[in-house]
């Protein structure tokens, strides 16, 4: 009986072993179930997650492949766009060599046209300085002729007073003292007026050197005024001022006392003349004006030129001779009127 109680506690032992061993493994296997569960779960999160990122990288392929493909139809545009431009600039290359091999020969053409030219030209040139040298002499054959009439027809009225003069006082010998005396000045008279006229025609005609010095144009002024024969109608007015100037006295006076013989005429020998000296501190004007009538405009342009007169006697050299005197001391001569006024402008040049 005892034995087979403890035969049966034994077996239910036994049975109850077992049964705690197979909950064991129910339990394992479903703790193992549980956790493959939660890796699948992380595997299907993870596989979800990639082919989110797959898509986006496949979507963002797409737009790559779609720009490829967009700048590969550009780039063949591109291409054939060339292809036209390589074709047009090939076309234009042959056009650019014909016209090239045209303008070498137009070039040869026109270089060979300007040896002929210039052949021509300097053949020109030397026909125009020969023709030119001829105009020259023949303008200064055509001057010494026109001066050469005007001295012979100047120097004839002179000539024929002193030929008068002459015959009569060699018709009257026991001509009375002051008869005598009034045929010698009409004589002595005739005589300058020769002398003058000549004196002129040299002056033009030979220009002698400068001889500077420090003078007073005051006293050149009084030298000037003492050669000239003053109608007692015509009043001089002198400057009261006074001016050293580098000149050549002798050659102002020159000029002084043609300009102021010239303002006597022009007054009709009944008027007056005014000379003033204007000091500018590097330059110094001469001015000279009369009461004449004044000068027309017509002849103020032509007053300066050589032959130019309006006078029935005279060379037509005075004022002339003036002014290339006046510019070979570095100054200016002008006039103008009314009432007439000559200006002459001198650098002082004192040392």
Do not use: Y
């Not at 239910?12 to 129910?26: A, F, P």
């Not at 993870?46 to 720009?67: V, Y």
């Not at 060339?82 to 076309?91: D, F, G, P």
């Not at 020259?136 to 024929?160: Q, T, Y």
């Amino acid at each position: 009986m005892m034995t087979l109680q403890s035969k049966e506690s034994d077996v239910k032992s036994t049975d109850e072993w077992m049964v705690s061993d197979e909950l064991k493994e129910l339990d394992a296997a479903e703790n193992e179930l549980v956790e493959k569960e939660r890796h699948l779960t992380m595997l299907t999160n993870e596989s979800f997650s990639k082919m989110k990122e797959i898509s986006k990288i496949n979507r963002d392929l797409q737009n790559r492949i779609k720009s490829l493909q967009e700048l590969s139809a550009s780039l063949n545009r591109k291409n054939d766009e060339l292809k036209i431009a390589n074709k047009e600039l090939e076309r234009k290359t042959i056009h650019n060599n014909q016209v090239s091999l045209e303008l070498k020969e137009k070039l040869e053409r026109v270089t060979q046209k300007e040896k002929e030219l210039s052949m021509q030209r300097d053949f020109l040139a030397k026909r125009l300085d020969e023709t030119t040298q001829d105009l020259v002499k023949a303008e200064k054959f055509a001057i010494i002729g026109e001066l050469s009439a005007r001295l012979a027809h100047d120097l004839r009225n002179p000539l024929s007073v002193i030929k008068n003069t002459m015959d009569v006082m060699a018709d009257k010998q026991n001509m009375k003292i002051d008869e005598r005396l009034k045929h010698i000045a009409r004589f002595k008279r005739a005589v300058q007026r020769m002398s003058h006229q000549i004196d002129d025609v040299l002056d033009f005609v030979k220009k002698t050197e400068m001889v500077s010095h420090k003078a007073s144009l005051r006293s050149i002024i009084d030298s000037a005024i003492s050669v000239i024969l003053i109608p007692p109608n015509v009043k001089i007015f002198l400057p009261q001022n006074d001016v050293t100037v580098i000149c050549d006295s002798r050659k102002l006076e020159a000029v002084f006392s043609n300009i102021m013989l010239n303002a006597i005429q022009a007054t009709d020998d009944n008027g007056e003349v005014k000379i003033r000296i204007i000091d500018t501190n590097t330059h110094v004007k001469i001015e000279f004006e009369d009461t004449g009538s004044g000068i027309p405009s017509t002849v103020m342009q032509k007053i300066f030129d050589p032959l130019f007169t309006t006078k029935q006697t005279g060379t037509g050299l005075g004022l002339s001779i003036c002014k290339n005197i006046v510019e070979q001391h570095g100054g200016t001569i002008s006039v103008k009127s009314p009432p007439t006024i000559f200006v002459i402008t001198l650098p002082k040049n004192v040392l």
